[in-house]
């Protein structure tokens, strides 16, 4: 009986989904890894997988226990490291983050990180929608703004400056507002996952804006900028190129508020892995060196 075997063997089959991958991956035959989480299933008493031809999908009690063999398997393998002065981190990193800042920031700097960390895996959840983290299997989230949830700890990994802005050829159209309350006539584009959504933050409160177009996606709000639509709301590292160019103009400047910190969240609950520190540390300085990432204006 070896129950770390088959507590590996569900872990894995439930991060890849596949019992071939997980077979591949500990050099055993497929039947062997379905054995193994049969036998973990029989001694919990307890079905941990629903299978079929197309999927397996952990049930209920297989992702109750699923992150509790995670904890238990990070546990053994830190101190597997700590005992023998191990460099080099090893593991899967589960990461979530806002599909627009994964894409255009953190993807440049990851085949860096893979390179320099050959035995760490990384799988990305890119959306724009709020992960949970414990009920989804994800170690780190990166979002923006202050941390609310009393059961998540969170490092800071970046400051994100953020600025009102429209083209230049709607504001030679419509003019330049010069205080929030001007926006009421003009065309504002809305993120509807900002908190508040038809409401703007400033620096002396929150103003309530509206417009004909609004949208999940924060991609989507400045494309929909760059067509001329409207006025939005956008951190200023999306718009850099077009604010040096002189084609996206900032307005309402002096009403902005202060930047947000940018975190990297995970469970309070859970042992943060070497491969997640390693992670966060080269975040860290890739967020260092991205303009409207750093701390430095843009404006």
Known sequence: MNKLLWMHCFVRTVETGSFSAVARELGMGQPNVSRH?????????????H??????????????????????????????????????????????????????????AVPAFLARYPDIELEFRL???????????????????????????????????????????????????????????????VYTLLTGGGSW?????????????????????????????GITYLPTWMVAAQLRSGTVKAVLTDHTCAPAPINAVYSASRLLPQRATVFLEFISATFLTTPGLNGESLL
Request: glycine residues 8%; proline residues 3%; aromatic residues 4%.
């Open 51 to 108: 299978r079929s031809t197309r999927q397996l999908v952990a049930t209920p009690e297989g992702q109750r226990y699923y992150l509790q063999a995670r904890q238990a398997l990070d546990v053994i393998s830190q101190a597997e490291s700590d005992v023998r002065g191990q460099q080099n981190p090893r593991g899967l990193l589960r990461v979530a983050t806002s599909s627009i800042l994964g894409n255009e920031v953190i993807m440049d």
């Open 37 to 49: 989480i049969a036998a973990l299933e029989k001694d919990l008493g307890t079905r941990l997988l």
């Open 127 to 189: 959306s724009d929608s709020f992960v949970d983290l414990v009920a989804e299997g994800v170690d780190i989230a990166i979002r923006g703004g202050v941390l609310k949830d009393s059961a998540l700890r969170a490092k800071r990994v970046g400051t994100s400056e953020r600025v009102y802005v429209a083209s230049a050829a709607y504001l030679e159209q419509h003019g330049t507002p010069q205080q929030p309350s001007d926006l009421a006539q003009h065309e504002c584009i």
């Open 201 to 229: 933050p400033f620096k002396h409160g929150e103003v309530a804006v509206s417009g004909r177009l609004r949208t999940d996606s924060i991609e989507g709000v400045r494309r929909a900028m760059l067509a001329n639509i």
